[in-house]
């Protein structure tokens, strides 16, 4: 059973076009994340939400808009895509923050291509 | 603010040789998590290990291990007896106990035959 699971895996589209990456994770977490991981690797956090309330968010373009329908899943959407958005998105989870169980678990990641 | 420092963008390691990878982190918390991830040509990240700040203890697992220096703010992973199976990108990562996991920019470790 896949514990955190992202939609598509990979994602190649045309500038200015809208997209959506689904995640769902099985693990009865309260806390989810999305991460993106440029050319060079590094990873930086956008997003967190705890019991579907945001509660992190960084300095991240309003075309990118995080939705929580319920707090196994967390999809992100895109609008207006740019060449600059091509990553790897990477959706994890976690338990409650304070929790002294803190490990965070990713899924698999979405490689998002802007051409 | 915390900030993750690793030092070393890639280390290169013979197989059952044995290689330290170096990590610091900056911040004002108390208590807080240290991580290493790893993340293979598959993309998957995957825990190596895990630290929490009030346990003087480092934490083992099996062929990794972690020296965690909490004065120094210094968090190294050795990796003992290295396999193929090791080439991947190495992150450190730090969590305070109530804010955001953060990594460190990695090291690529390459482990040749």
């Known amino acids: 059973d896949t514990a955190v699971s992202q939609t598509p895996k990979y994602l190649v589209t045309q500038m200015g076009n809208d997209k959506s990456i689904k995640c769902e994770q099985n693990l009865g977490h309260d806390t989810m994340y999305w991460y993106k991981q440029d050319s060079k690797k590094f990873l930086k956090i956008m997003f967190s939400?705890?019991?579907?309330?945001?509660?992190i968010n960084e300095t991240v373009p309003n075309r990118f808009s995080p939705k929580s329908p319920d707090k196994a899943h967390l999809n992100l959407h895109i609008n207006s895509l740019e060449l600059g958005d091509s990553a790897v998105y990477f959706c994890?989870?976690?338990?409650?923050?304070?929790?002294?169980?803190?490990?965070?678990?990713f899924g698999q990641g979405t490689r998002l291509t802007v051409v | 603010a915390q900030t993750v420092t690793q030092s070393q963008p890639e280390m290169s390691v013979q197989e059952a040789e044995t290689v330290t990878l170096s990590c610091t982190y900056d911040t004002s918390e108390s208590n807080y998590y240290l991580f290493w991830y790893k993340q293979p040509p598959s993309r998957q990240m995957i825990l190596v290990i895990r630290?929490?700040?009030?346990?003087?203890q480092n934490a083992t697992e099996n062929r990794f291990s972690v020296n965690f220096q909490k004065a120094a703010k210094s968090f190294s992973l050795k990796i003992s007896d290295s396999q193929l199976g090791d080439t991947a990108m190495y992150f450190c990562?730090?969590?305070?106990?109530?804010?955001?996991?953060?990594f460190g920019a990695g090291t690529q470790v390459v482990v040749t035959p």
């Open positions: 990562a730090f969590r305070p106990s109530w804010g955001k996991l953060q």
């Open positions: 994890a989870s976690s338990p409650s923050l304070g929790s002294s169980n803190t490990e965070a678990f």
């Open positions: 630290q929490e700040a009030y346990k003087q």
């Open positions: 939400y705890n019991n579907k309330e945001l509660i």
